[in-house]
């Protein structure tokens, strides 16, 4: 979405006879983006649905405030992960114990598949990626399936270029080590 | 600038599967979710935004439960009151009430009173320490901060 388009979209929603409209459009054109963020990060389908409405109902409170001194994306995104993490943190839940699909989904495909398939590859990711600490699992996360640039990383998790950059880097390594520990 | 950071950057590498292998989605959504998300969503704003409507005190709904006595001191007002006269003749009230209900009425501080519209501020005294300049003066500095709060959170 342009820059335009994310002004023309918010001078539609500060119209208080537009408003509704102006946040269905916002609603249609983001969600899924969104729910495959939190879903990264929170793993059940039925949380993430959660942590989805609780993101645009904070939105929708929330964007006559926005100050525009960012995409509007990336405003969005810094909401659903903080919601995603206070989510986490409210469960107080060992993310290990939320695998329980991801651990049951590779299990029943490598019983079924003696050679890892495509789906088999990408569970053992998943898994791997879940060993990370939260938030440089995030930030794996945005960088190669969101493939966001840092300096948009950087707007949603408020911590630096450069951080970010080692992050990630790290992230890489240790991805890779777990996965061909597992072969 | 763009092209030299994805040249640096490093490269999630397993053998023996491509990228794109790599980034297909193994998470599944239940049929129809998407398609049936944008009116959910709407719908759980707008109850939300009906909750904020319906946070508003409805005086009666306040009073009526688990404080007996409210009841009572509304039938009573409302037996005696003159026609026409809404005002809540708060001696006439207190005159009505038995002794345990006024133990309990003495309970509520004078601002649930006024909140609850058990009486009206000409009906209660405040005894001050402070002088008549004084309040006023502290008043214009309460109001001066809160302004600033104000101007701060638009960012004027």
Redesign the interface.
């Known amino acids: 979405m342009t820059d335009d388009q994310d002004k023309d979209l918010l001078k539609r929603f500060r119209d208080s006879s537009s408003r509704?409209m102006a946040?269905?459009e916002l609603?249609?054109r983001y969600?899924?983006r969104l729910?495959?963020h939190i879903?990264?990060i929170v793993?059940d389908?039925d949380d993430a649905?959660d942590v989805?409405?609780n993101t645009?109902?904070k939105a929708?409170?929330n964007l006559d405030k926005f100050?525009e001194d960012s995409q509007l994306f990336t405003w969005l995104y810094r909401i659903a992960t903080n919601e995603s993490l206070t989510f986490l943190k409210k469960k107080k839940k060992n993310v290990f114990v939320s695998m329980d699909e991801?651990s049951h989904?590779l299990s029943s495909t490598l019983e079924s598949a003696p050679e890892?398939s495509?789906?088999a590859?990408?569970?053992k990711?998943?898994w791997a990626i879940l060993t990370l600490p939260t938030k440089q699992r995030l930030v794996f996360n945005m960088?190669?399936?969101d493939e966001m640039?840092?300096e948009e990383i950087a707007q949603v998790t408020g911590t630096s270029v450069g951080a970010l950059k080692a992050s990630?880097?790290h992230a890489?390594?240790k991805?890779?080590a777990y996965?061909?520990s597992q072969f | 600038m763009e092209n030299t950071e994805k040249h640096n950057e490093p490269k999630l590498n397993i053998e023996g599967f491509s990228e794109a292998d790599l980034k297909r989605n193994p998470f599944k959504t239940p049929e129809g979710y998407f398609e049936n998300l944008t009116p959910r969503v709407m719908d759980s704003v707008r109850s939300t935004e009906k909750k904020v409507e319906s946070t508003e005190i409805n005086w009666w709904r306040v009073l009526m439960p688990g404080i007996g006595f409210s009841a009572m001191v509304f039938a009573v007002w409302f037996l005696s009151a003159p026609t026409g006269n809404n005002t809540l003749n708060f001696d006439q009230v207190v005159a009505s009430m038995s002794l345990e209900e006024l133990d309990q009425f003495a309970e509520f501080e004078t601002e649930d009173l006024l909140a609850y519209g058990l009486v009206t501020s000409d009906d209660i005294e405040i005894e001050s320490d402070f002088s008549e300049e004084e309040l006023i003066n502290y008043l214009l500095d309460e109001e001066e901060m809160e302004l600033n709060t104000i101007y701060e959170e638009l960012d004027i």
């Open positions: 509704n946040f269905n609603v249609n969600q899924e729910y495959w879903r990264r793993i389908h649905d989805l409405q645009f109902i929708f409170k100050r991801v989904q890892l495509g789906d590859i990408q569970l990711l998943q960088k190669y399936f640039k840092y990630y880097h890489v390594k991805i890779e996965v061909k």
